[in-house]
């Protein structure tokens, strides 16, 4: 059997590939050796967001029900059930649409035997192209006991609400496991060896560590664990028990067997590949097995897509999106998302929340947002704190990639009233015509 490109690996970076390569006529097998759907949709970010989303409207219903002094109790009932419900429909999705395209499927673990040959349950597939997107895997850090914890991955698909948990690690998935299952009522210690989220600025990790304060979690930095043993930690400042021990550690590659036999390059990131996601000639990668650190799930897709435009040959596309900027989101309340780099920019402006109409009236006003344009007026920085900042940071990210200049964002009418006014109040803030942050500082609200 001969294909032009075979995928490895049904997740996020590979069914898009998978998907979108069969649609454009080449013949396409992607190979899954788990579930499609990879570690984003049934162990990441669906499983997670899933959480954030019922944790996040319980604390609002709280305050609405202390506003209006109603009274009542919160029974779980089957939520964690329709978690499993959403990660199965999106799971078979994920394959579906690989075979709607024109694709074909197959589940068992691939086997690469040579530059243009893979071994697949007990067959050998040809190939003239090869596209290596088999994920990553929790890194399980070197502690003594550590066979007494459970991984991130386990830890969002848990189906019973622990009393309470010890989470190892600072880092996005350890912070967002600690205030999710904080609201559902267990006692969290998050310990961190060093400063939580050590890539965000100082004012988004301050907002963060507030809010998890908020939340009663018990957070203790710079710390050094020793060992684990049963329900508890032993670190440099003391023990910790939890009835479920999480480590949330950062991820590593996960390479498929025989990858030896076509001699990639790779540090302990992952593969490294060129702009354009070749690995070596006929060999691509994409998504979190390649060497980047910053593993999401939009950025797996952006790979895709770039492999997959490489493979059809759309030199003058893949021109176009060269050196696209890619966000990141934290899903904590209140969100974080990011583009851009900070150090390309000379100058800011920031507008803050509770002073943008939306937010006066939702009652949500925490967090701001922040944007920075380099020397010619371009914006190549944006930071969102606050609620729905998954969205926001995409009109930043637009507008980064698209080179827009900072006096078009300030000018465009945005709806009124709406969270993303503040986006264009804070780009007015370039040319002090900003009127709503009078509100700010007269906030009697
Ligand atoms: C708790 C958590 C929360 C997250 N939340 C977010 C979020 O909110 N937003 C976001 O953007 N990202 C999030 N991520 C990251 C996101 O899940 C990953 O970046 C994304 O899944 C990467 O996709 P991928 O296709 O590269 O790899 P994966 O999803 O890991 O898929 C790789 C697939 O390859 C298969 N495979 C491996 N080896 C073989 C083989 N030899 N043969 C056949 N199949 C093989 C695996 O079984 C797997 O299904 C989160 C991750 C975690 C752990």
Do not use: W
């Amino acid at each position: 059997m001969r294909y032009d490109v075979v995928v490895i690996g049904g997740g996020t970076a590979g069914y898009i590939a998978g998907s979108i390569l069969a649609r454009k006529g080449k013949r396409t097998l992607v190979i899954e050796k788990k579930k499609f759907g990879g570690v984003c949709v049934n162990s990441g970010c669906v499983p997670s967001i899933f959480l954030f989303d019922v944790t996040f409207l319980l604390t609002r219903l709280k305050e609405v029900a202390y506003y209006l002094g109603l009274e009542g109790k919160v029974e779980y009932r089957n939520a964690l059930q329709k978690r499993n419900e959403i990660v199965e429909y999106l799971s078979n999705a994920g394959k579906k649409l690989i075979e709607d395209a024109g694709g074909e499927t197959e589940i068992g673990e691939a086997e690469i035997i040579s530059p243009n040959e893979i071994k697949i349950n007990e067959k050998v597939v040809e190939f003239d192209k090869l596209i290596i997107a088999t994920g990553s895997k929790p890194k399980i850090p070197n502690i003594k006991g550590i066979e007494y914890a459970i991984s991130e991955d386990e830890a969002v698909n848990l189906n019973e609400i622990p009393e309470s948990m010890v989470i190892i690690g600072g880092g996005y998935a350890g912070v967002e496991i600690a205030q999710f299952f904080s609201r559902l009522g267990s006692t969290i210690t998050l310990l961190s060896k060093a400063t939580i989220l050590p890539n965000l600025s100082e004012d988004a990790r301050r907002s963060v560590r507030d809010s998890l304060e908020f939340d009663g979690v018990n957070l203790v930095e710079n710390v050094q664990i020793n060992r684990i043993h049963g329900e508890g930690v032993f670190t440099n400042k003391g023990e910790f028990h939890g009835e479920i021990i999480v480590y949330a550690t950062g991820r590593e590659p996960q390479l498929p067997k025989g990858v030896e036999k076509i001699g990639l390059y790779t540090n302990e990131c992952g593969v490294i590949v060129n702009e354009y996601k070749q690995a070596k000639g006929n060999i691509y990668a994409i998504g979190d097995v390649t060497n980047k650190e910053r593993k999401t799930a939009h950025s797996a897709i952006f790979d895709a897509v770039v492999a997959s435009l490489h493979i059809m040959d759309e030199k003058s596309l893949l021109h176009k999106i060269n050196g696209y900027k890619i966000p990141q989101v934290l899903y904590t309340d209140p969100q974080v998302g990011i583009v851009g780099e900070e150090k390309d920019a000379n100058k800011f402006s920031i507008f803050y929340f509770n002073a943008t109409t939306r937010a006066i009236i939702n009652g949500i006003r925490d967090g701001y947002v922040k944007i920075g344009i380099n020397k010619n007026g371009e914006i190549v920085f944006g930071e969102v704190i606050g609620d729905k900042s998954e969205e926001l940071i995409n009109i930043l990210t637009l507008a980064i990639n698209s080179k827009i200049k900072v006096e078009n964002l300030a000018l465009m009418p945005f709806v009124h009233p709406s969270l993303s006014e503040a986006i264009v109040n804070t780009a007015k803030g370039f040319f002090d015509m900003d009127v709503d942050r009078y509100r700010r500082t007269n906030d009697k609200t």
